[in-house]
């Protein structure tokens, strides 16, 4: 094996990806000593890859690096049947007779689309394709928020939005989640759609986040809440027991969809 004092910058890169891949979070102070060189070097190779978005900084360290799609429309196209199975997964939690906040994406996209016909209920949500999804549930009242639209998002945010959300309190909030990590919590990549999530965590009795499976143990930029501030975690099969075990020991109810 090389010796790993000696080792280039690209090979040191490599070395932190690799091992950030294989063990989920990496320490300046750790590698620093199995390199050799000093913790300023290991920050710096940190910085270089943050900027490419190979990886999320934080305090000591790095975690892996949500994986984000730009376009709304090739979101849709990801893991369609693993997102069809959280919504239907998520759409049993809902009773009769509630008020629901549904936020944006496209696994919040297929609640939306398992709720039943006959469910009687009230949903606030600041996603149109949401509400359009709903618009043949005839016992469903429909409150879209207002607000600035985020066109990669397609949801509305802003100030608007977040006063609209403290006039109601939920019974149960289904949130999108981008990130989600046993330390950092929930993140986005996104300030204020962080602040939408914010306030309808703040304004909910129960939080379910429904999350793909290697969405965990990633962080984004913005932290919206603690894991912990989620009631429910719903997920896909694919997701191993290594990897949910932090979160039912946390006290949330984890949700495997399709086992």
Known sequence: MQNQTNLMKEERQALLLATLQREGKVLASEWSERLRVSEDTIRRDLRELARQQKLQRVHGGALPRSTTVASYTERQRQAPAEKSAIGAAAAKLVAEGQLIFVDGGTTTLQLARHLPLELRATVVTNSPAAAVALANHSNVEIILLGGRFSKPAQVTIGAAAVEELRRFHADLCFLGVCSLHPEVGLSIGDFEEAQIKRAMIANSAEVAGLVLADKLGTAL????????????????????????????????TVIQAGT
């Open 221 to 252: 930029p913005y932290v919206v809440a603690p894991a912990r501030a989620l009631t429910y975690l719903i997920t896909d099969a694919s997701a191993s027991d290594a990897s949910l075990v932090c979160y039912r020991e946390a006290g949330v």
